[in-house]
């Protein structure tokens, strides 16, 4: 049975597996340890602008980063794909965390290639032993649990196990299957709100709002399945509705009004997002300076560079783009320098005081 990955050099799957009953069962009562399931961000991206011989490269890059980061003592093997895990020696989360900030740190090196440099993020899961679990199956499920926790927040990239992360998946996963029925079977509905000129009081506009329709006639609000939706992916081929629709829709109104949409954040980071808007608006016909493009400024400061650059491309296409709940982020001055927005929409915060 081979016990090395054949890309990197690096223990694989079955290798780990023994390491971590190996770990479990010579962990006595006074000491621990830590595992850490870390997958990689944007390497997605990188295999399809590059190919995947350059990919594969980077895979071979990033693996001997995290080999010399690696300290005595310490497990690092793949899983497959962009998965890593790694078994570090840790009787509390605080050397638990810096381990992990380590071994990210690490993962952060860029790459030469392509007269570029090509560099990925990682989401870092940890689940500690004995703590977290009581079965090695249980530990690995738990630091999943963390990284998935990771990879869907905006404002950390590691994050521990916490209990009530097992009840948070259940909801999720029962919200996740509905989307995806909700998807199948045209439960979604596109609702509108009226933008008017305060001083004349003369129609401008309309800004499409995704509602959620159940089989009673009720309404499950956004604020419960689109977080659910961005955490699953989910958010892509719903953000792609919701833009075919209101475009669609929008094509047909008596009066060339223009129409709001919202991206996520999790589609504005897709590099296929320009694209798309294009395909979307020659297939229904709507003028492109009737399409308005709302985004928010956490998703600006979640990556500026790389989402300028996107929004720079929309632009190109002749949309407008506005900022939503200006003044809510931590940046707002700087975001507004960054790129030349057609209209910014105030919090309401702003308004009430």
């Not at 890593?84 to 952060?108: C, D, M, S, T, Y």
């Not at 509602?211 to 604020?223: H, K, L």
């Not at 949309?319 to 030349?340: E, I, K, N, Q, W």
Request: some cysteine.
């Amino acid at each position: 049975l081979a016990r090395n990955d054949s890309l990197t050099g690096l223990p694989n799957r079955a290798s780990f597996l023994e390491k971590l009953d190996r770990s479990a069962t010579l962990s006595g009562a006074d000491g621990g340890f830590a595992l850490l399931a870390i997958d990689l961000d944007r390497f997605k991206e990188v295999n399809d602008l590059y190919g995947h011989a350059i990919g594969d490269q980077l895979l071979i890059h990033i693996a001997d980063r995290l080999r010399e980061a690696m300290r005595d003592g310490e497990f690092l093997a793949r899983l497959g794909g962009d998965e890593f895990v790694a078994i570090i020696p840790a009787r509390n989360r605080a050397v638990a965390q810096k381990a992990a900030e380590r071994l990210r740190a690490a993962i952060l090196t860029p790459m030469e290639a392509e007269h570029a440099q090509l560099q990925c993020g990682a989401a870092v899961g940890v689940a500690v032993w004995p703590t977290d679990a009581d079965q090695p199956s249980v530990l690995i499920n738990n630091a999943d649990l963390a990284m998935y926790r990771a990879k869907a927040s905006l404002t950390t990239d590691i994050c521990f196990y916490e209990g009530a992360m097992d009840e948070a998946v259940r909801v999720r996963r029962r919200v996740t299957l509905g989307l995806r029925e909700a998807l199948d079977q045209g439960r979604f509905e596109l609702h509108y709100q009226l933008q008017a000129s305060v001083a004349t009081g003369v129609v401008t506009g309309y800004e499409a709002l995704l509602r959620w329709r159940q089989p009673d006639g009720s309404f499950i609000p956004p604020s419960e399945f689109i977080p659910v939706a961005e955490e699953t992916g989910l958010i892509l081929p719903i953000g792609e509705w919701v833009l075919r629709q209101a475009c669609a829709e929008a094509a047909g109104w008596a009066q060339p009004h223009r129409v709001a949409v919202n991206l996520s954040p999790v589609q504005l980071s897709h590099v296929d997002l320009p694209r798309m808007v294009h395909q979307i608006l020659v297939e229904t016909g709507l003028q492109p300076s009737r399409l308005e493009l709302e985004i928010t400024e956490t998703a600006m400061i979640s990556d500026m560079e790389r989402t300028t650059h996107i929004l720079r491309q929309l632009k190109l296409l002749g949309v407008s783009v506005a900022m939503d709940d200006f003044g809510t982020g931590y940046s707002s001055l700087s975001t507004l320098r960054a790129f030349p927005f057609d209209k910014i929409k105030l919090d309401r915060t702003f308004m009430s005081e």
